[in-house]
C-alpha cells in the first residue's frame, strides 16, 4: 500500500481553513493509505516559541487530530521530535541541497519579510527538515495545499539529487495530493485572503474551540456584498465574500458550489448565514466536544503520542541505517 506522510505544525488556534483544507481529508485518506500524521513541533521553532504554549500547543493539535477522525490504533500518530531521525536526515539533506533552491522558496520571503538577516536559519532551511520528515520514511504521497507544493518540489529535487550523487535508488519520486479550491477557506473579514490564525481580527476565522454561539455571531458578522445570492456559480465571479461563504457551505455539507447556488440563489444573506451558522455548529460541534474531552486528559494525549512515536522510530530507524551507510557513515 502506498504510505502517506501529512505534518501540522503545533502553534495552537486551529481553525476551519485547518479541518475542511486538511484534516477533513487526512480522514478520508486512511482506507486507502498507510498514514503517518505528525504533529511538527520542530518546524514550529523556527520562530521562537514559549515552551509551555508549545507543550500545550502540540497537546491541542493532537487532540483536534483524534477527535476529527484519524485513528491512531491503524495509523502513526506522533510528534516530530519524537524521532532522532527527522533530525539527522536534516542535516544530510542540508548537504544535499544547493542554496540557489531554497534561495527561490517564497514562503521564506514571505514569513522573514523585510527583516530578513535576523531569521532564524531553522526558516531559512525548513524545506529540507520538511524533506526529511517524508523521505525518513519512504513516502510516496504528501497531502499539500498550493502554498506548500514548492516545499513539494523541492523534496523531489533532493531526492533525485541524493539518488544521483551516490548513485542509488534509495528514495521514491514523492507525489502530491492537492486538493481541490472548495476547501480553500478565506477569512470572513476579507473573501481575497486565505482563513490564517496570524490575522490580528478574531472575527475573521472560526477556530475549533469556538462555542456554538460564537460560531454563529462570527458568520452573522461576516462580511458580504449588497447582491442577493446568485443561482450560478458564475455569478460569484467578483464576488469574493459570497464566493467564500457558499464554498464553506459547499465543504461542509459536502455538496458543490453549483448546488449550494441552486438552493440558495435569489436570498439575502441574511437568511443563508444563519442556515450556514446551522450547519457549521452541527458539523463541529461532536468533533469540539471530542476535543474538550481529550484536551481534559493530558496525559492519555501524551500516551498515543509516545506510542505513535515509537512505532514511527521503528519503522525510520533501519531506512535511516541504511542512509547513514549509502553516505559513508561508519556504523556505531
Not at 69 to 81: P, T
Not at 171 to 197: C, H
Not at 244 to 262: P, R
Request: aromatic letters at 6%; one cysteine or more.
Amino acid at each position: 500500500m502506498s504510505k502517506i506522510f501529512s505534518g501540522v505544525q503545533p502553534t495552537g488556534d486551529l481553525h476551519l481553513g485547518n479541518y475542511l483544507g486538511a484534516i477533513r481529508n487526512w480522514v478520508r485518506l486512511q482506507d486507502d493509505f498507510d498514514c503517518l500524521f505528525c504533529v511538527v513541533d520542530m518546524h514550529a521553532i523556527t520562530n521562537w516559541q514559549d515552551p509551555a504554549a508549545l507543550a500545550a500547543s502540540t497537546r491541542e493539535v493532537t487532540a483536534a487530530l483524534l477527535a476529527s477522525g484519524i485513528d491512531a490504533e491503524r495509523h502513526i500518530v506522533f510528534n516530530q521530535s519524537q524521532v532522532p531521525g527527522h533530525a539527522e536526515l536534516a542535516w544530510i539533506f542540508n548537504c544535499v541541497a544547493r542554496m540557489g533552491w531554497l534561495n527561490r522558496m517564497t514562503q521564506f520571503k514571505e514569513k522573514a519579510g523585510k527583516n530578513r538577516e535576523n531569521a532564524s536559519v531553522g526558516l531559512f532551511a525548513y524545506p529540507n527538515l520538511m524533506a526529511a520528515d517524508i523521505l525518513l520514511y519512504k513516502a510516496t504521497h504528501v497531502p499539500v495545499g498550493e502554498d506548500q507544493k514548492q516545499h513539494l518540489e523541492l523534496t523531489r529535487d533532493i531526492a533525485q539529487k541524493f539518488n544521483n550523487d551516490f548513485k542509488c535508488d534509495m528514495f521514491p519520486i514523492v507525489e502530491p495530493l492537492i486538493f481541490g479550491a472548495a476547501t480553500r477557506v478565506m477569512s470572513l473579514r476579507d473573501g481575497t485572503s486565505k482563513m490564517s490564525k496570524s490575522d490580528p481580527s478574531e472575527q475573521s476565522r472560526i477556530t475549533m474551540t469556538d462555542d456554538a454561539d460564537t460560531i454563529a455571531k462570527k458568520i452573522r458578522k461576516a462580511k458580504t456584498d449588497p447582491e442577493a445570492l446568485p443561482d450560478t456559480q458564475k455569478g460569484l465571479e467578483g464576488r469574493a465574500e459570497a464566493a467564500n461563504l457558499m464554498g464553506i457551505y459547499a465543504a461542509l455539507s459536502d455538496t458543490e458550489v453549483a448546488d449550494v447556488c441552486a438552493k440558495f440563489g435569489g436570498q439575502q444573506f441574511s437568511a443563508f448565514k444563519q442556515d450556514l451558522a446551522d450547519l457549521a455548529v452541527a458539523k463541529l460541534a461532536p468533533i469540539q466536544d471530542e476535543m474538550r474531552r481529550l484536551m481534559a486528559d493530558p496525559g492519555h494525549v501524551d500516551a498515543v503520542l509516545a506510542a505513535g512515536g515509537q512505532k514511527a522510530r521503528a519503522l525510520a530507524e533501519p531506512i535511516l541505517a541504511e542512509i547513514k551507510q549509502t553516505v559513508g557513515y561508519l556504523k556505531p
